[in-house]
């Protein structure tokens, strides 16, 4: 394909990578594979993957190398947010996966009670720039030992006496003994752009991209919900679902005392909200996920 294109900055491999590819094929931008390539086009929308490690991906974005990167929040704090350079770089979505957070953990048998309890103290992390930050923002002045990995050891070893690292079930720091005390950053995926601008060609192909994705992430957070009720329970059953537009009501029957009603739900329908729709008369209520939306 000739004419502008844009460059999409992706992890290589690691936990991002996968659920990054998947959304862009539910996009309609898919991508064959080819396994130690580093750079792979896009037969279906002008897009390059720009393979690389998760690490590069912000520099790479603010740097102009990619138009555009998937990557955590937590990595896009360490390597440029933390460092003072919020303009450089604007996070365009949340992506909804990769979920984790940047968590102060402490040796078990250790007392705690608020973040002044780390004065003085040495904390292990792999990200030391968003560490200091949070800690000076804290008024707490502690000693940041740099980790590039396994810092959840570093108690045992002697190396520090807390630890500052990823999280997600907090399984890895309960085996080494620690407990989580505070947390730093709640993280997730993001796309983000530079903040420079690009060429108009290539701004309006990052618009079309956007489009897709807005209707992509609605249809993945939203569900469509149908159940069958007595007709003059719908006023109540509108009440009770979770904001959204006028549903759909068909009479069943002859008689039309029974109804079916259908509707878009804009977020997911718990639980608890089945309950209260079951007393309020609905039956047979159905919960479905929905593939795409577009307004
Ligand atoms: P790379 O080789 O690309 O540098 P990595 O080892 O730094 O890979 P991964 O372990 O694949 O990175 O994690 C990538 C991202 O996944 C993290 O930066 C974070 O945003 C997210 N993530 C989600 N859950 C977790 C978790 N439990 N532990 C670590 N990262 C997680
Ligand atoms: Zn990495």
Redesign the pocket.
């Known amino acids: 394909m000739t004419g502008p294109r844009l460059r999409l900055g992706v992890?290589?491999?690691?936990?991002?990578?996968e659920r990054s590819i998947g959304l862009l094929k539910r996009c309609g931008v898919g991508f064959g594979w080819r396994k130690g390539h580093l750079v792979v086009s896009s037969g279906d929308f002008p897009i390059d993957l720009i393979l690389?490690?998760?690490?590069d991906i912000p520099e790479y974005v603010r740097d102009g190398v990619c138009h555009l990167g998937v990557?955590?929040?937590?990595?896009l704090e360490e390597k440029v947010y933390a460092r003072g350079r919020r303009d450089s770089v604007e996070i365009l979505r949340r992506l909804g996966f990769?979920?984790?957070r940047l968590s102060l953990a402490l040796p078990r048998e250790q007392p705690f009670e608020n973040l002044h309890d780390f004065a003085g103290r040495s904390i292990a992390t792999s990200y030391p720039n968003t560490l200091q930050s949070f800690m000076a923002e804290q008024g707490v002045d502690v000693e940041v030992v740099e980790i590039t990995g396994s810092v959840e050891i570093t108690p045992m070893l002697g190396v520090a006496d807390a630890v500052c690292d990823?999280?997600?079930?907090g399984a890895?720091l309960r085996t080494h003994g620690l407990r989580e005390v505070a947390t730093v950053l709640e993280?997730?995926?993001v796309l983000i752009r530079a903040g420079t601008s690009w060429d108009p060609a290539q701004e309006e192909l990052s618009r079309r991209l956007l489009n897709r994705l807005d209707g992509v992430l609605r249809a993945l957070r939203a569900k469509y919900i149908m159940m069958n009720a007595p007709r003059e329970a719908v006023a109540a059953i509108e009440e009770i679902l979770p904001g959204l537009e006028t549903p759909t009501v068909i009479p069943l029957g002859q008689d039309g005392k029974r109804v079916a009603i259908h509707a878009v739900a804009p977020e997911d329908v718990f639980w608890e909200t089945m309950g209260r729709l079951k007393d309020a008369g609905a039956s047979s209520i159905l919960v479905v996920p929905i593939e795409k939306i577009i307004e």
């Open positions: 992890q290589k491999s690691g936990r991002l990578s690389v490690r998760d690490d990557v955590g929040l937590n990595v990769g979920q984790c990823l999280v997600s079930t890895t993280s997730e995926a």
